[in-house]
């Protein structure tokens, strides 16, 4: 079992970009990252996965390091409506037992 | 549909009865998964399905609490003699395959134990 762990919370003004880091020392060579948002009285919603070295998509960058043990989530420019908390998971196979489990999470606010 | 649907929205129950969540995956998904979440908490991971097949059931807390999905669309959790500790939401989520995919969750069932 792949532990995370996260900042419990974070703050950002409005504009900034923000860096959410993730640790998952025990991570294994099949696993694969992905990071969720949620918002309140709502599920998690994907934001982007990736395997190593650097992924982006329309709303987010997932920088991965070459030893894997840690992730950093990347918002650029976040506004009002990213507040919210982020997860970030790792596992690969659910039909294997390797499920992705969720951690605490990371609560950011971003402030106008 | 669309997505991930769940019935019911909320869900009051006295202490001792028994209750059944619904969820109803995106169509053609294979996987599908069962979570439990306090308030305040990250997700907890209770059960997966892969069609029709239970494959993982690990996280189920106890055995009061039983999840099927006979024909491989439709799932219904169901929590027999409910107990305080069960208020949660109880979140749903598919997938189309079975490696590496992305999760499609519904926006839950909050249940109360009275």
């Known amino acids: 079992l792949a532990k995370t762990t996260q900042p419990i919370s974070m703050d950002s003004y409005e504009g900034q970009e923000v860096n959410i880091t993730c640790s998952h020392n025990?991570?294994?060579?099949?696993?694969?990252i992905t990071w969720y948002q949620q918002f309140p009285s709502q599920g998690p919603r994907f934001i982007i996965q990736?395997?190593?070295t650097k992924v982006t998509n329309e709303v987010a960058s997932l920088f991965i390091p070459a030893d894997r043990k840690s992730s950093t989530l990347s918002l650029p420019r976040v506004s009002l409506s990213d507040t919210a908390v982020y997860y970030c998971l790792v596992g690969d196979a659910p039909d294997t037992g390797n499920q992705f489990y969720f951690g605490t999470g990371t609560s950011l606010t971003v402030i106008p | 549909g669309a997505g991930v649907s769940q019935s019911p929205r909320y869900k009051v129950a006295k202490r001792g009865q028994d209750v059944a969540l619904r969820c109803d995956p995106i169509s053609g998904h294979v996987s599908l998964f069962w979570y439990q979440q306090a308030l305040g908490q990250g997700p907890e991971f209770l059960t997966y399905?892969?069609?029709?097949?239970?494959?993982?059931k690990s996280g189920l807390p106890s055995d009061r609490f039983f999840a099927e999905r006979p024909e491989g669309s439709v799932s219904t959790l169901k929590i027999q003699r409910t107990q305080q500790e069960d208020s949660a939401v109880y979140l749903c989520?598919?997938?189309?395959?079975?490696?590496?995919?992305?999760?499609?969750f519904g926006s839950g069932t909050q249940l109360s134990v009275l």
């Open positions: 025990n991570i294994a060579t099949n696993d694969y």
């Open positions: 989520a598919s997938s189309a395959g079975t490696a590496n995919e992305k999760l499609f």
């Open positions: 399905f892969q069609n029709e097949a239970q494959l993982d």
């Open positions: 990736g395997y190593k």
